[in-house]
């Protein structure tokens, strides 16, 4: 371990050692957080939670996408700090990022390197994980049928494997199978599980983005859509549920901002362009991204707690 870390301390975060620490107090706060996936974008959404932690805003229901249900699993166990402190310090260690968790794992982030290898430095917090006062949902998309799939962490599964699932992106990874089902990114299908949220009818919900409020995807090159019908041609339904995925993704944001506008809910998104890629390299673009995060959510908390505390009329 320490061989490797060596070789990569020129490729870490040049502020790594202060991102802010330490354990979140132990309360839990009425409401459901929706987390949207991106990859390395999830970053920002890692500053956006160590601030709430800092501030003592526990939501009781966390449900996330992708690198959303990674930061989740982080959130729910109150640990400030560790989400970034991973990224921020592993990203160019060859077994958390590559070729090596690709031909040992079948995907590009080593899920094992996280959850086991790293335990000694960042040991993750399994007893406050599985607190019965707190949810957690993975939201995960089943190849053969196309459909999303929103796994609780009470249910008889094993509830890293879900989150692993959630991350693993299509084309180039192996899906991960649960219950003898091969499932892939939960973006694939949901990526930003707002229906999910009203539909439990929660009162207070908030979500956090990993783009600027405003922006969308479009239509599919057709590039694109020729990729997905040659990867997955022997599973119509996926392939026409992720061929539709950037039209629902687009419908999902005018939702989502009508609801902001209205007060139903509350969005966090970037103040600034996010120009990072999905698997971003450069150390301190991903840093600047963390502190953004921070600074949004912290400049946001009078906001914030006003929202929580306020009782909705419709």
Known sequence: MARDVKIARDKVFSGWALLPKGKAADTVTEGCLVLEGGAFRGVYTSGVLDAFLEEGINLQTVIGVSAGAMNGMNYQAGQIGRAARINLRY????????????????????????????QLEEPFDWERFRDPRREFYAVISDVTSGLPRYV???????????VQASAT??????????????????????????????????????????????????EDSQLQKDMIQRFY?????????LADSNGRYDRQMEEIERLDRRGR???????????????????????????????DARAMMPKIKEYLGSQRAD
Request: aromatic share 10%; with cysteine.
């Open 169 to 218: 992106m299509p084309f180039v990874s192996k899906p991960v199978t649960l219950d003898d089902v091969p499932y892939l990114d939960g973006g694939c299908t949901d990526k930003v599980p707002i229906e999910w949220a009203l539909q439990h009818k929660f009162e207070k919900i908030i979500v956090v983005r990993t783009r600027p409020a405003g922006y969308r995807k479009g």
């Open 233 to 241: 041609r022997s599973t119509p339904e996926f392939a026409q549920t």
């Open 265 to 295: 809910i509350l969005q966090i998104a970037p103040s600034q362009p996010v120009t990072i890629s999905r698997l971003e390299g450069d150390m301190e673009k991903l840093g600047a991204l963390y502190y953004l995060g921070y600074h």
């Open 152 to 162: 609780s962490k009470k249910e008889p599964v094993d509830i890293l494997k879900a």
């Open 91 to 118: 990203r160019h260690d060859p077994r958390f990022v590559g070729t090596r968790p690709l031909l040992r794992e079948g995907g590009v982030i080593g899920f094992d390197f996280v959850m086991n290898d790293l």
